[in-house]
């Protein structure tokens, strides 16, 4: 695995911070905000300077039950060769439910939801996991998520299902510290037990972050300073194994970039504590005279040994039911499923809510500028009854439209915006470059020439 050095996550809102931060020897983004065709002329420079760019994967959901999309995973491989990426990165989670193998709606979670550590699901996932593989020009580490809730009936350890995960796939593995940390607080996992149990030699890099802590519940913001407890982690992690890269995660309520630098000088001092520090990357020696795309390629993976199974239809449709069960109580109101805390479900669906809101005023701003104070409320009240099904922006559209069928504006401006907003994009192109549009357009040119 390629020695990545100390990084941190690149996002446009800090962007030229990043391209003048010093130490920076790579940086993380998230694939499906990147364009192959329309790559950020940050990163181009970033790549130019030979800073090392991984794609970050959030939607393909790799433990779910359904087999990986075909299409997410060509989009994924086509960003990675963009980018001239050493690997690509996911998350060990499950985003959807629904569908065929339910006969039910296809439901959205819009965030990263914890797989059941039981031998169906790791079943699904070694499988799922090798689909990925397979499809993927370089190798794929995967990444253990934080959780606000627990699976009745779980089988192994967070360690040890990570551990058969990587023996039975080679999958490489992308430890979150700062994920440890919330599962310790949301649900008494020890970190160190996770940790004595990891490959270490299958660990691609290592994730650190901040949150915050409201009610006994962790929360996993990625907006808040790195705590004492997480970089407490990264250093007992160092001291069992030299990470090949460590990555700071920032996507919210971003600092000054002087405050940045010092999470990174905290990062780098909780690994010096135990003489450890992310291995320097290594760059082309002098008389290296390969081309550039031959140097960054990544040592071949050892394939490893045949599972001694696939995971069958019955075994995908018992895990597609039980997490179908789950988001449909956490998104659509429908009753909690038997072992689940209620009062914690409660907590995650109403999280669920806000960070869609929240997204959904990042996708489609226009919304918050016609709605104003009431756009949040609004938004809330709609989402209760009405679970997502096809990613944000389509969310967008559909509260517009229930907002202008309700009759719930009373400002007769805004909800004359609000309906032209809608009509532009609600159809298959956007209203302005329709064909009726365009001949309505010049016949009134033509009227105005008389």
């Not at 695995?1 to 996002?11: S, Y």
């Not at 990043?18 to 420079?45: F, K, Y």
């Not at 593989?133 to 699976?151: F, R």
């Amino acid at each position: 695995m390629k020695r990545l050095g100390t990084g941190i996550g690149w996002r446009p809102e800090i962007a030229d911070a990043v391209e003048h931060m010093p130490g920076i020897d790579w940086v993380e983004v998230v694939a499906e905000n990147t364009c192959p065709g329309h790559l950020p002329q940050s990163l181009l420079r970033l790549r130019e300077r030979g800073v090392t760019v991984v794609p970050h994967g959030v939607s393909l959901g790799l433990g779910g039950a359904d087999r990986p999309d075909a299409e997410r995973l060509t989009a994924l491989a086509e960003r990675a060769e963009a980018l001239g990426s050493p690997l690509v990165t996911e998350h060990i989670a499950f985003v959807r439910a629904g569908g065929p193998l339910t006969a039910s709606p296809r439901l959205e979670a819009g965030h990263l939801l914890p797989v059941p550590r039981t031998r169906d699901a790791l079943d699904v996932l070694c499988e799922n996991v090798r689909i990925a593989q397979d499809a993927l020009p370089v190798p794929l580490a995967v990444e253990n998520i934080a959780a606000l809730i627990s699976w009745p009936g779980e089988e192994l350890t967070e360690g040890q299902f990570l551990y058969e995960l990587a023996d039975r796939t080679g999958v490489h593995l992308l430890i979150d510290v700062a994920n440890l940390h919330t599962n310790h607080v949301n649900r008494g996992e020890d970190p160190a037990e996770a940790l004595a149990d990891l490959p270490l030699e299958a660990i691609a890099y290592v994730h650190v972050a901040g949150g915050f802590e409201r009610d006994g519940v962790w929360h996993d913001s990625h907006a808040h300073p790195v705590p004492r407890p997480v970089l407490d982690i990264l250093t007992d992690l160092a001291s069992r194994v030299s990470p090949p890269g460590v990555l700071l995660e920032r996507d919210e309520n971003f600092p000054e970039p002087a405050e940045l630098e010092g999470e990174l000088g905290a990062i780098r001092e909780a690994l010096e504590k135990v003489g450890a520090r992310p291995a320097a990357p290594s760059g082309p020696r002098a008389d290296d005279t390969r081309p550039a795309d031959a140097r960054t390629t990544p040592t071949p993976t050892p394939t490893p040994a045949p599972a001694p199974d696939s995971a069958d239809d019955l075994v995908r449709q018992r895990l597609a039911l039980a997490q179908t069960a789950l988001l449909s109580a956490l998104v659509a109101g429908t009753p909690v499923p038997e072992g689940f805390d209620r009062v914690r479900l409660g907590v995650q669906a109403r999280a669920l809510g806000g960070k869609r809101a929240d997204v959904v005023a990042k996708v489609a701003p226009d919304l918050l500028a016609i709605l104003g104070p009431a756009y949040r409320p609004a938004f809330l009240a709609y989402a209760h009854g009405h679970p997502m099904t096809d990613g944000y922006r389509r969310d967008a559209l559909d509260f517009a439209e229930q907002v202008l069928l309700a009759g719930q504006l009373e400002n007769p401006t805004a909800r004359r915006h609000l309906r032209e907003w809608w009509l532009e994009r609600s159809g298959p192109a956007p209203r302005s470059q329709r064909p009726a549009a365009r001949l309505a357009r010049a016949t009134r040119r033509v009227l105005l020439r008389r």
